[in-house]
Antibody, heavy 119, light 110 residues
Framework: QVQLQESGPGLVKPSQTLSLTCSVS??????????WNWIRQPPGKGLEWIGY???????YYNPSLKTRLTISVDTSKNQFSLQLNSVTAADTAVYYC???????????WGQGTLVTVSS | QSVLTQPPSVSGAPGQRVTISCTGS?????????VHWYQQLPGTAPKLLLS???NRPSGVPDRFSGSKSGASASLAITGLQTDDEADYYC??????????FGGGTKLTVL
């Protein structure tokens, strides 16, 4: 049973960089059968796809975030990470990491971590 | 503005049947990409409810079913229970290699 756990600062100042890591246990980020995904949910709102990465480093980003976004994978640590630059209050959300199957469904989710952008 | 369109809310009495629609376009659902449904109970992470239009992961009761026609999909819940009160999201894939979500539907069990 794969488990995913998000970690990172809960508070980020405007214009700074939001950095989160997803640690994977019970499965390998090197598996060619899955993609590794970030999704966020602003308070009281719906789900927004951020982007995903394949084990070989190929990335696919939400066009609305692409200019500020970097997703990377560290196979040695069995982790993948998110960096979002120049954040504003609109980036305040619960951030989830998920494991994505070939049909694009996210069958496994982390518990989520709330990131607040505020000075 | 979500790429996939869902009704903001639906409601039903215990034991009844409700459906939640999810409307996309020719670049996502209409292009034949699978539709997946997630259930989000209050204060928790979403959980995969149905994948590949109508495949239930282990543990999901057969009261939940999905269908797809053209650029639209639907989630049906029969024998409504109070535990079903949650937010429901549809998700598909887009020809631009993007994952797309619906805006979510709040199910209230009266």
């Amino acid at each position: 049973q794969v488990q995913l756990q998000e970690s990172g600062p809960g508070l980020v100042k405007p214009s700074q960089t939001l950095s989160l890591t997803c640690s994977v246990s019970g499965g390998s980020v090197s598996s060619g059968n899955y993609y590794w995904n970030w999704i966020r949910q602003p308070p009281g709102k719906g789900l927004e796809w951020i982007g995903y990465i394949y084990y070989n480093g190929n990335t696919y980003y939400n066009p609305s975030l692409k200019t500020r976004l970097t997703i990377s994978v560290d196979t040695s640590k069995n982790q993948f990470s998110l960096q979002l630059n120049s954040v504003t209050a609109a980036d305040t959300a619960v951030y989830y990491c998920t494991r994505v199957r070939g049909d694009s469904s996210s069958g496994d989710w982390g518990q989520g971590t709330l990131v607040t952008v505020s000075s | 503005q979500s790429v996939l369109t869902q009704p903001p809310s639906v409601s039903g009495a215990p034991g009844q049947r409700v459906t939640i629609s999810c409307t996309g376009s020719s670049s996502n659902i209409g292009a034949g990409y699978d539709v997946h449904w997630y259930q989000q109970l209050p204060g928790t992470a979403p959980k995969l409810l149905l994948s590949g239009d109508n495949n239930r992961p282990s543990g999901v009761p057969d009261r939940f079913s999905g269908s797809k026609s053209g650029a639209s999909a639907s989630l049906a819940i029969t024998g409504l229970q109070t535990d079903d009160e949650a937010d429901y999201y549809c998700q598909s894939f887009d020809g631009s290699l993007s994952v797309v979500f619906g805006g979510g539907t709040k199910l209230t069990v009266l």
